[in-house]
């Protein structure tokens, strides 16, 4: 026997700790063997690819949106033309939901990805989710319980310390006792520019967005009460939109989730350039950076001038 060859006695056994690996692994959820093994930079680059076909769709949706103007029978043939596109080849509405599913899809994988990151973001700041919810809960109590007695008849703040001391950075002003359990404040001097307050927001314009894409749905799609209004018809685009943004709780709506849009898809698409490397020169970031900002700028203004129009009669 050659003696470099282990008897049988020798020979390694399997260890105890094996199978308990491979039951931690098999005891893993869904998401944590999908989306938790992905990287990073994979999860960014999902984020980019969904967020330019997201924007994309939302360019071109303003396009067919403006030709509300061109009258009744010009928007109900554009809206007619999304569902026979493709026909006769085609069954009727076809196109229509490949693009819908395919909008679906890039929204789905825009939000879990987005999730991922967010997770991965608290954990790495020593946060969680519970304890971040708590953190909200607990301010905005006590934002209601202080804002009875915020001020007084003259305007000056009671049962408050009005005493500020001269910090030693840029001049600012601090409260000179610290409440901890009211809100914290930003000191005077070091308020947040815009840019800084949307990148900070897109998660929460993120939900805006989702939640305005789901009444439009109800609204404009569907029909389903009481999102859409009473006199809503299928096959008339031009009479619902014209009926729908006539309430001015609805326009208003509108035309906030539009502000919301503007600055998802202004940080958003800067983000994703910078996230596939296409901002390698400082010139190619401010050529980027002005793209970004047009875009945002030409859909919201788009979209937000059709319930303008609507309310001031010059639509009807």
Known sequence: MNPATPSSRERPTPSAAE????????????????????????????????????????????????????????????ARMLRTAGAPVLPRNTVLWVARVGLLASAGVHVVAGTELTVRSMRAEGRTISGTLRQVTRGLAALAERAPSLRGPGGAAQ??????????????????????????????????????????SMRSTGAVLGLFVTYHVLDLTTG???????????????????????????????AASMAALAGHMVHGLRTAALDTGLTGTAQRVHRVDAAAKA?????????????????IKVVR
């Open 19 to 78: 199978p308990a690996e491979d039951d931690a692994a098999d005891s893993r959820t869904v998401w944590q063997r999908t989306v938790g093994a992905a990287s990073n930079p994979d999860l960014k680059l999902a984020m980019a690819a969904s967020g330019a076909a997201l924007s994309l769709f939302t360019v071109g949706h303003m396009a067919g949106n403006i030709q509300v103007y061109l009258g009744r029978e010009r928007f109900n043939g554009y």
């Open 159 to 200: 049962g408050r310390s009005a005493e500020y001391w001269k910090a030693p950075f840029d001049g600012a002003f601090l409260p000179g006792t610290l409440d901890a359990r009211g809100p914290r404040r930003r000191p005077r001097g070091r308020r947040r520019t815009l840019p800084q307050v949307v990148a900070r």
């Open 224 to 254: 389903t009460r009481p999102a859409a209004t009473r006199s809503f018809e299928h096959g008339d685009a031009y009479g619902n939109l014209v009926a729908s943004l006539s309430r001015p709780v609805t326009a208003a709506f509108y």
């Open 295 to 311: 875009v945002g700028a030409v859909v919201a203004l788009g979209n937000v001038s059709i319930p303008v129009a609507v309310q």
